[in-house]
């Protein structure tokens, strides 16, 4: 496993204007939401403090192509940027990094290794992704980057510790562990009299393999906090385990009648997650002994959660994914040709099910027969093929999984299991109400989703702040 090169311990990060800021007397700190709309897209906010200029999170849009996928790089002086902070390796966080770095040479640019060595294989894939779609000529997609781009912006990355405080300027900063997925963090920033802490993307309970949030509950002035179920009640009575043994009941249903399983999964995060539950699940007998698909870049991250396992703090800290569970690999190449497997499951990405990902690909021949399941575990955009499926399910329609294909019946069984990365609305206002933030700024959640949050907290602290940030609009925090 190559290194991210840390940050040294000792030196204060040195500023492009040496860190000598205009002001001392009155600290102004402002937040531009870079992301094109309220959304879950391409998360990137840009933190103007006195005279220094911070971005948190570079991401890329999941459903979007070329420069529409991008955060609004117009609002990005060349030059100007001091730091870059990731809070994890998703690509909707991390996914333009490569593009915003390019004409800010003296960037400093900060996470945490795991983020790092996650983000490294994930920005040579959406490289491979853009060049063959690019080379298929398909609606005018453009690359944004390239390999040598991806490798010469990871060399410029450097590793911060979990927990350990580092000074940038007269700055100082903190990651400390968000429970969403290896080596995801929260971010706080203090200087000045002023404190801000951003969650990036957040889970406060325990998964199979990541634990729950590790957060700081001391006040800040300004928290920007992730939204992502605020229109999801949590269900009566949830819990995570009576959702895992609903999931074994319904595998061993399929298996009975000899059908096969697809669970969309994103290849960083969900798929170890789901593989280790399911594993679990054979241990204690709920379910039988069963092989287990997954592609090849699920492949790849899974070798880095193994190979990291004994240094990052999580449960099942013993169990290697690949030595232990064994499972097996299907590539882009041999999809085509596979025989489904009765009793076999198939953890493929795209967990959006996005055209032309093995998921997908895999889905238009599920679909057809009413022994095969698809299972999804997670998160969907409801404008992604998989939000599609599951609403033309639940209205009992016929669902375009790819435009090329038109409409097609639903035969097979369709299920939803909650065992989403990200923290139930409910622990977040929890969160919120217990930090006591002067001022909330919440983010990374579609309309309703965001509304709800805002609704919840005017209601309960008349006297907080809430913004929803408009894209492009220069907010005091
Ligand atoms: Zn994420």
């Known amino acids: 496993m190559r290194r991210l090169e840390p940050l040294a311990h000792s030196r204060k990060l040195v500023l492009r204007h040496g860190g000598h800021k205009q002001s001392h007397r009155h600290e102004t700190v402002h937040l531009i939401n870079l992301t094109r709309a309220n959304e879950i897209g391409a998360n990137c906010y840009l933190i103007e403090w006195d005279g220094l200029k911070l971005v948190l999170d570079a991401g890329l849009h999941p459903r979007l192509d070329g420069p529409a996928a991008l955060p609004d790089t117009s609002l990005l002086p060349p030059g100007e940027i001091d730091a870059f902070f990731v809070s994890h390796a998703h690509l909707d ?7 915003l770095m390019r004409n800010q040479p003296e960037a400093h640019v900060l996470m945490t290794e795991p983020t790092g060595l996650l983000a490294d294989p994930l920005l040579h894939n959406a490289a491979n992704v853009m060049h063959k779609r690019a080379e298929e000529g398909r609606d005018a997609v453009v690359r944004l980057f390239g390999h040598a781009e991806v490798s010469q912006s990871v060399k410029r990355w450097r590793s911060c510790p979990l927990e350990r405080e580092r000074a940038l300027g007269d700055l100082r900063f903190q990651f400390f562990a968000s429970g969403h997925i290896l080596g995801a963090a929260g971010i706080r920033i203090e200087g000045g009299g002023s404190t801000l802490f951003y969650t990036g993307d957040v889970n406060f309970r325990d998964q199979t393999l990541s634990r729950k949030a590790a957060f700081p509950h001391d006040r800040v002035d300004a928290l920007i906090v992730e939204t992502t179920r605020g229109a999801a009640p949590a269900p009566p009575d949830f819990s995570r385990k009576a959702e895992l043994s609903r999931l074994a009941e319904k595998i061993r249903a399929v298996f009975e009648r000899k059908g096969a399983i697809l669970m969309p999964a994103f290849a960083l995060g969900k798929t170890q997650e789901a593989i280790s539950a399911i594993h679990a699940m054979i241990r204690r007998d709920e379910i039988p002994e069963c092989p287990v698909f997954i592609g090849g870049l699920s492949w790849r991250l899974t070798a880095l959660h193994d190979g990291l396992a004994d240094e990052y703090p999580r449960d099942l800290p013993k169990l290697r ?7 097996r690999l299907l590539t882009g190449r041999e999809i085509g040709s596979h025989r489904l497997i009765p009793g076999a499951i198939y953890l493929l990405s795209s967990g959006m099910m996005i055209e032309r990902t093995l998921s997908n690909l895999l889905a238009q021949r599920m679909l057809a027969e009413e022994r095969h399941a ?9 404008a992604s093929p998989a939000g599609r499926l599951r609403a033309a399910h639940a209205d009992g329609t016929r669902v375009e999984l790819d435009p090329r294909l038109g409409p097609q019946p639903i035969h097979c069984e369709v299920d939803h299991f909650e065992l989403t990365a990200h923290a139930l ?10 930090v006591d933030p002067k001022h909330v700024v919440l983010v990374h959640g579609d309309p309703a989703a965001l509304e709800w949050f805002r609704g919840e907290i005017v209601g309960r602290r008349p006297t907080m702040r809430v913004t929803i940030p408009a894209p492009g609009a220069r907010v005091p925090l």
């Open 374 to 382: 698809i299972f999804f575990i997670g998160y969907c955009d409801p």
């Open 93 to 99: 966080h991390v996914g333009s990094l490569p593009v």
């Open 321 to 327: 994914i690949i030595e232990h569970i064994g499972p």
């Open 425 to 434: 609305r409910e622990d977040i206002l929890e969160y919120i109400l217990s």
